[in-house]
C-alpha cells in the first residue's frame, strides 16, 4: 500500500513523459469505475491484475475525479514484482474540463527529469497513468483492447 501511494505521487512527475489522447471530444460517460470492471478490461486486453487498491479520497478530490483505482499488472502474476511493479492508474471523471485539468497539471509539471518513467493519456472520461518497468507493453495491450472494444477510434 505504501509503494501505490509513493508510486501515484511520484506519478505527477513520471506521467508527464507522453500524452496520447485517443479521445479528444468530450468524454464519453460509462458507468461507475470499480475494481471489477477494471479487472474485466485488463484481463480482456491480456494482463492480469496482481494488485488492486484504491487511491486514497484526498488525492481523488484534489484531481477532481469521481473514482480512482491503482492497478498492479503484469502478463503473469508469478512475475509481478511488487518492489518494482507497473502500474496502472485510472481515474475517472464526470466531465471533459476536469479531466482535461489533470492531464494539463501533469504536462505541467516542473519534474521534466522523471519524465522517461511514466507515460498518461485521456481516454473517454477517463486518465489512466502508467508506470514500472512493463509499461510500454502494458500500454499497447490496452490500448489494442480499447481499439477492439471501439472501432470507431481507429
Known amino acids: 500500500m505504501l509503494i501505490r501511494a509513493t508510486l501515484w505521487l511520484v506519478a505527477a512527475a513520471w506521467a508527464v513523459a507522453s500524452t496520447c489522447a485517443l479521445a479528444e471530444?468530450?468524454?464519453v460517460l460509462t458507468p461507475a469505475l470499480t475494481a471489477d470492471k477494471a479487472k474485466e478490461f485488463l484481463t480482456a486486453a491480456g494482463l492480469q491484475t496482481c494488485e488492486v487498491s484504491e487511491l486514497d479520497s484526498m488525492v481523488t478530490r484534489v484531481s477532481g475525479a469521481v473514482a480512482s483505482l491503482s492497478l498492479g499488472v503484469?502478463?503473469?502474476c508469478a512475475t509481478y514484482d511488487p518492489s518494482n511493479p507497473t502500474v496502472v492508474?485510472?481515474?475517472?471523471?464526470a466531465d471533459a474540463e476536469a479531466r482535461d485539468a489533470m492531464v494539463a497539471s501533469l504536462q505541467s509539471l516542473q519534474f521534466r527529469a522523471l519524465r522517461a518513467y511514466g507515460d498518461v493519456w485521456a481516454i473517454d472520461n477517463y486518465v489512466l497513468v502508467l508506470l514500472g518497468p512493463q509499461r510500454a507493453q502494458v500500454e499497447a495491450m490496452i490500448k489494442a483492447e480499447y481499439r477492439r472494444r471501439h472501432p470507431e477510434a481507429n
Open 74 to 76: 503484469a502478463v503473469d
Open 25 to 27: 471530444e468530450a468524454p
Open 89 to 93: 492508474n485510472v481515474h475517472q471523471f
